[in-house]
């Protein structure tokens, strides 16, 4: 590894040991460069300036007034979903939700393009949100909740929500680009982690590791099937492998609203409640290296980065649950 910070190993060991979790051999992950804040250390993210969006192109409803331009279309959700989880399928709803997953997907592949040594996250970032505005659409993670970048990059040990920036990619970095695009007052979210460069055989085995849990996570949806099935199976899958799956971050509902029930759990869980016709869902597990998938936030509050510095990867599609089976939304 190239990076080992002394201090965070040895924060790493001391929180598993209080826990009583397994200590692990903390620098035995591959050939990578370590993540790290920067320093001096800012809080929070006020300090980062948002991108701008056309006004014409529709916001939705959790922008805040004072922080979209003037004469911007705020987005008021419908409430068409039945019983605020299920959208009515056949109507002019599951045509605008399935539009907005094609962009997203659209985005996201072009993302995976512009994810090449020396890139910055931040010129990333930038190319995506002109794309998504290009398309009369709105970048749906700016200003979500205050945070400030059109996409969340996530890079080697970091689990999700990393903020662009200035560092550059490095040659054997591994990168989730995670898209949401809010098109037609309807949202489409997806992910991958894409390799940069030359990235070692462990960090490829991840990225499939994860690719084939998704896969079979999506096995396991259609109408009747208990959500607590996504779970198991990936447990099953993981439970012969030096690897573990994040508890911390779950999938969730999506459409006209970025992030409503039914919450999706990647881990081994008892949780009630069936697939029904209408309910959409992403599934995007977050699967790490090793058998402590703890994380820990970064003082901007958004970044999630491994707590023993291994690395994580994702992978996120948009399901939509049908009469007969089980769409994927995002293909």
Same mark, same amino acid.
């Given at each position: ?9 040895? !924060? ?7 826990? /009583? ?10 050939? =990578?460069?370590?993540?790290?804040? #920067? ?74 393009? $512009?994810?090449?040594? /020396? ?9 995506? *949100? ?18 400030? #970048? ?52 462990? /960090?490829?085995? $991840? ?19 208990? =959500? ?6 990936? *447990? ?12 911390? =971050?779950?999938?969730? /509902? ?52 491994? !707590? ?24």
């Amino acid at each position: 590894m190239r990076t080992r910070p002394y201090s965070l190993d040895r !924060l790493a060991q001391n929180d598993r040991e209080e826990d /009583g979790d397994p200590v692990e051999e903390v620098w035995r992950w591959g050939d =990578f460069s370590v993540v790290l804040p #920067k320093e001096p250390i800012v809080w929070g993210v006020s300090h980062i300036q948002p991108r701008t969006v056309p006004a014409q192109i529709r916001r939705p409803d959790y922008v805040p007034a004072t922080q979209a331009q003037e004469g911007a279309v705020i987005h008021e959700p419908p409430s068409e979903f039945i019983g605020n989880e299920r959208i009515g399928l056949g109507g002019e709803n599951e045509s605008r939700l399935r539009a907005a997953a094609r962009l997203a997907s659209s985005v996201l592949k072009y993302a995976g393009t $512009l994810a090449q040594p /020396g890139a910055t996250t931040e010129a990333i970032d930038a190319k995506i *949100h002109d794309m998504i505005c290009s398309h009369s659409a709105y970048p749906s993670p700016l200003l979500y909740k205050g945070f400030p #970048k059109s996409c969340c990059t996530s890079v080697n040990n970091i689990v999700t929500h990393g903020i662009p920036d200035d560092r550059p990619l490095e040659d054997g970095d591994i990168i989730n680009i995670d898209i949401t695009v809010f098109k037609d007052g309807f949202h489409g979210d997806t992910s991958r982690t894409f390799l940069v460069g030359n990235v070692d055989d462990m /960090g490829r085995e $991840l990225i499939q590791v994860t690719e084939d849990a998704l896969e079979l996570a999506i096995a396991e949806c259609g109408p009747g099937r208990p =959500f607590k099935n996504i779970g198991r199976a990936i *447990h099953n899958f993981l439970r012969d492998k030096d690897y573990s799956v994040s508890p911390q =971050f779950t999938g969730h /509902g999506i459409g006209d609203v970025f992030h409503r029930p039914p919450w999706i759990l990647h881990h081994l869980n008892e949780e009630p409640g069936v697939m029904q016709p209408g309910h959409c869902f992403t599934i995007e597990p977050a699967i790490v290296q090793g058998t402590n998938p703890k994380a820990w936030i970064w003082p901007d509050g958004w970044t999630a980065s491994t !707590l023993n510095c291994s690395r994580s990867a994702q992978a996120e599609h948009m399901i939509l649950i049908t009469e007969t089976g089980a769409d994927i939304l995002t293909n």
